[in-house]
C-alpha cells in the first residue's frame, strides 16, 4: 500500500477546513478506553476491551503486531503496538534503559495516553520529555506500518498553551490531611538552606519533595566576604572583591532587566550563609571547604572580569563512597524534631483563601516498589492537603524539560541545546503553580548554558537532538563554525561563544585542538568550574586534566570527537569545508606566533597554535543546565503580581524565583546561581520564623 504524508500541521488545518474526518491519528478520541495490566517500572502495557468501538480517524489498518524504536535520551525506546481493522487494541513500551526514576518510569502512562487517546501525538510526561517524544515517534512508526500511512507527531513544537489551568482536586480524593507553620516545596540547592534554618529556628517545617531523594547542592557556592575568602587574599591582594563594582557587574550582564536590591542582598547575606554550610559540612568530619582562588593571567586582562566568588566542599579521605551533601544534611535535620522531610510527594497545586492568600497546598504522595532491574514501581498514590499557617516557601527548580515552555518562551535556547544525560530535571510545575496564583513572571527569559555538549560530525544543536557530555568545550581553543570559519572570541564567558553560535549555520561550531591541548589547558589559567589545574592558592578544582581527557577517549571511541593526522582529514571527517578550514587554521596559527590577535582579540596566553598532529575536532552545543527566570519577589523572596503587590503566605528561592538573572548567567562570578539560591532559601526562612 502506497503511503500518503499526514503531518501535524496539515491535520490542524484540515481541522480548520472542517476535514477532520482525514484526521490522522493526531486527533484526540473521545471513545473511552481502559487500561489492563500493571505492568512494571521501565515498560508499559495498555489494551482496549474487544467491545469498544473505534474512532472515526479516516484510517484503516492491517491487523496484527508492529514494533518500533526510536532514540531516547540513553537508549532506544521500544514500542509493540497490536491493531484490529480500525483501532489500537494494546501498546507495550520498554523504556528500561532510559534514566532511572524519570524516563525508565513512564512506560505505563505513555501507554495508557496512547491507546486512551486511539495516537501517537499525546502529551509528553512532564519531566521526561525527551524519553516522551522517543515513545511518540516509535508509536507513530507502528501507525505508520499497520496503516500504510505515514504519521507524522507535533513533538516539542505543540503545546502553545504551557500554562493552562489549576487541576480541580474533589474534597473526596484527598485522604490524609497534614497541619504545620511552614511548607518548602523542592528540596535542593535553595530548599535544603531553608529547611535547615527552619528546624534551626525552631519552626514546625514540613518539606516535600517529588524526587525519592533530594538533590545534592551544587559543587560551587558563590559569595563574597568569607573567612576562606579572607585567607586567600591575604596571600593573594589581587583577589580582593569590591562589593559596589561586582554588584554593578551583575547588573551589567542582566543589561538592567534585574532588582539592585536583590543583588545586594546577595553579596550583604551570602559569606554568612556560606561558611554557615561550610561548617555543618566540616563539622561533620565528612568534607572540608576551599575557596576557589583564581583570576587567571592577570598579565593580560580579559576583555570580561572574573571574580573568585567559587567555594567547593571536598570530601575528605577517610569519607565513603556513600557519603553526599545531602546524606551530611540529613544527618544535621534529624537533630531537630520540629522538621519533617517527605519525598515522592509532589506538588499539585497551591491552596488560597478568599483574599488571595496562600494557607496550604494539595499534593500527591506515592509509594514505590523496588524492582529486579533496580527500578521504582509506583504502587500505591494519595492525596494530601497540607495546611500551613505561616507560609509557603517555593524552592522548587526551572522549566529546562518542559518542551512547551522552553518553546514559548526560550527558541532560541531550544536551537542551542542538546540533550544529554547530565542536566536539570525542572519541569517548570512549581512555577505554574505560583503563577495559578496570580504571580508575576520575569520578563525575560533566561537560562545558564554551557559550552560542554557535543554532536556527531552528522548531526547539529537542536532540543530534539541527543548528544554527549563534553567537560572539555569550555577551554577556549580555537573554535569555527560549519562552514570552516573562525567567529568570535574564544576566551569569552560561555554563554557568550553559545550566543555567538547562535548567529552561526545550525548554531553549531567546531572545537579544535592539538596534541600539545595538555599543556595548553595549564597556561589557559582558566576560573570557576572549567579550571583543570590547582587554583592559585592551592584549592583543588572540581575536575581534573587526566579525568577529561579519559572522557575525550571514550568521545573518540563513540564518534563525537574526530582525531586526524591533518588537517585536511579533520575536516573531512568533520563534513566542514577543507579549504576553508585549512586557511583558517593557517591564519590563527600566524597571529598565534605574533602573540596578537587581530581579528578578534583574545588574550595572548590563550592564543595557541594548531600545529601538531594528532589534531582534534568536536561538533560543539549548549549543556542546558537549568532555566533562570521565574516568579517576582521582593527582599523578603514574597511572590509578587504584576501590579507589584505580596501574595501573602507564598515565598520563593532558587531556580523558581526572578530578578536576577536576565539574558544570560555571569559565569565569571563562579557558583553565582548556586550562592543567590543558598542566600535566598536561608533569608527566606529566618523571615518566615519571625513573623
Not at 561 to 575: F, G, P, V
Request: proline letters at 3%; a negative charge; aromatic letters at 8%.
Amino acid at each position: 500500500m502506497a503511503k500518503k504524508e499526514i503531518s501535524r500541521k496539515t491535520f490542524i488545518k484540515g481541522l480548520a477546513a472542517g476535514a477532520a474526518s482525514i484526521a490522522a491519528f493526531g486527533a484526540l478520541s473521545t471513545v473511552e478506553k481502559s487500561k489492563s495490566g500493571s505492568g512494571s517500572a521501565g515498560s508499559g502495557s495498555a489494551t482496549v476491551p474487544a467491545d469498544i468501538q473505534a474512532a472515526a480517524s479516516g484510517l484503516t489498518f492491517t491487523p496484527g503486531t508492529y514494533e518500533a524504536t526510536a532514540k531516547g535520551l540513553a537508549s532506544d525506546v521500544k514500542v509493540t503496538m497490536t491493531f484490529d481493522e480500525t483501532m489500537i487494541t494494546a501498546c507495550d513500551i520498554d523504556v528500561s534503559g532510559e534514566t532511572p526514576d524519570i524516563g525508565a518510569m513512564i512506560g505505563d502512562e505513555m501507554a495508557e495516553k496512547i491507546v486512551t487517546a486511539q495516537s501517537a501525538d499525546v502529551d509528553a510526561v512532564s519531566g521526561a520529555t525527551i524519553t516522551s517524544e522517543a515513545v511518540k515517534k516509535a508509536a507513530a512508526d507502528c501507525i505508520s506500518q499497520a496503516s500504510g500511512t505515514t504519521v507524522a507527531v507535533g513533538g516539542n513544537s505543540e503545546g502553545s498553551d504551557w500554562l493552562g489551568e489549576a487541576p480541580e482536586i474533589a474534597d473526596s480524593d484527598i485522604t490524609e490531611t497534614v497541619d504545620t507553620d511552614m511548607l518548602i516545596v523542592g528540596v535542593g540547592t535553595a530548599g535544603w538552606p531553608a529547611l535547615m534554618t527552619a528546624a534551626e529556628e525552631g519552626v514546625n517545617v514540613l518539606a516535600i519533595e517529588k524526587g525519592k531523594a533530594p538533590t545534592n547542592v551544587r559543587e560551587d557556592i558563590g559569595a563574597i566576604g568569607t573567612k576562606w575568602q579572607k585567607e586567600t587574599i591575604e596571600q593573594f591582594p589581587e583577589m580582593e572583591i569590591d562589593k559596589t563594582e561586582a554588584i554593578e557587574d551583575i547588573v551589567r550582564y542582566a543589561t538592567g532587566y534585574c532588582k539592585y536590591d536583590l543583588i545586594k542582598l546577595w553579596a550583604n547575606e551570602s559569606a554568612e550563609t556560606t561558611e554557615w554550610i561550610g561548617g555543618i559540612l566540616e563539622d561533620s568530619g565528612k568534607y572540608y571547604m576551599q575557596h576557589e582562588g583564581g583570576l587567571g593571567d592577570t598579565r593580560y586582562p580579559e576583555r570580561d572580569k572574573a571574580y573568585a566568588t567559587g567555594h567547593s566542599p571536598h570530601k575528605t579521605d577517610d569519607a565513603g563512597d556513600d557519603v553526599t551533601t545531602t546524606s551530611v544534611f540529613e544527618e544535621h535535620l534529624a537533630k531537630y524534631s520540629n522538621a519533617e522531610l517527605r519525598c515522592n510527594c509532589e506538588l499539585v497545586k497551591l491552596l488560597q483563601d478568599d483574599s488571595g492568600k496562600v494557607v496550604g497546598a494539595i499534593a500527591k504522595s506515592s509509594t514505590l516498589e523496588a524492582q529486579a532491574d533496580g527500578t521504582d514501581k509506583v504502587t500505591e498514590e494519595h492525596y494530601v492537603k497540607i495546611n500551613v499557617a505561616k507560609a509557603v516557601l517555593m524552592s522548587t527548580s526551572g522549566y529546562a524539560t518542559n518542551g512547551a515552555m522552553m518553546n514559548a518562551l526560550q527558541p532560541m535556547t531550544q536551537e542551542m541545546k542538546v540533550q544529554c544525560k547530565v542536566g536539570s530535571k525542572g519541569d517548570g510545575s512549581g512555577i505554574k503553580a505560583m503563577l495559578w496564583a496570580g504571580a508575576a513572571m520575569d520578563p525575560i527569559h533566561t537560562s545558564m548554558m554551557f559550552n560542554r555538549c557535543a554532536v556527531k560530525p552528522d548531526e547539529v544543536a537542536g532540543a530534539d537532538t541527543v548528544g554527549a557530555w563534553f567537560w572539555f568545550g569550555e577551554q577556549p581553543f580555537l573554535k569555527v563554525n560549519l562552514n570552516g570559519e573562525r567567529f568570535c572570541n574564544e576566551s569569552g564567558p560561555y554563554e557568550f561563544m553559545l550566543h555567538s553560535m547562535e548567529m552561526q549555520p545550525n548554531h553549531t561550531y567546531v572545537d579544535v585542538f592539538d596534541a600539545n591541548n595538555k599543556e595548553y589547558t595549564k597556561q589557559f589559567q582558566e576560573v570557576g568550574c572549567c579550571r583543570l589545574w590547582p587554583f592559585d592558592n592551592g584549592a583543588i578544582s572540581n575536575r581534573d586534566y587526566d579525568s577529561c581527557w579519559e572522557s575525550n577517549e571514550q568521545l573518540i571511541e563513540d564518534g563525537y570527537l574526530i582525531k586526524a593526522d591533518t588537517l585536511e582529514e579533520l575536516a573531512e571527517k568533520l563534513n566542514i569545508p577543507s579549504d576553508t578550514f585549512v586557511k583558517t587554521v593557517e591564519r590563527y596559527n600566524e597571529l598565534c606566533a605574533k602573540g596578537v590577535d587581530e581579528d578578534y582579540n583574545k588574550s595572548p596566553h590563550r592564543m595557541t597554535p594548531v600545529d601538531t598532529a594528532p589534531f582534534y575536532g568536536i561538533r560543539t552545543c549548549a549543556w542546558h543546565l537549568t532555566t533562570l527566570d521565574g516568579c517576582s519577589i521582593n527582599t523578603n523572596m514574597q511572590v509578587l503580581r504584576e501590579d507589584g503587590s505580596v501574595i501573602e503566605g507564598l515565598y520563593a528561592a532558587g531556580d523558581c524565583s526572578g530578578n536576577f538573572f536576565a539574558n544570560n548567567y555571569p559565569n565569571l562570578f563562579t557558583g553565582l546561581a548556586c550562592g543567590r539560591s543558598m542566600t535566598f532559601g536561608r533569608h527566606a526562612a529566618k523571615y518566615i520564623a519571625a513573623l
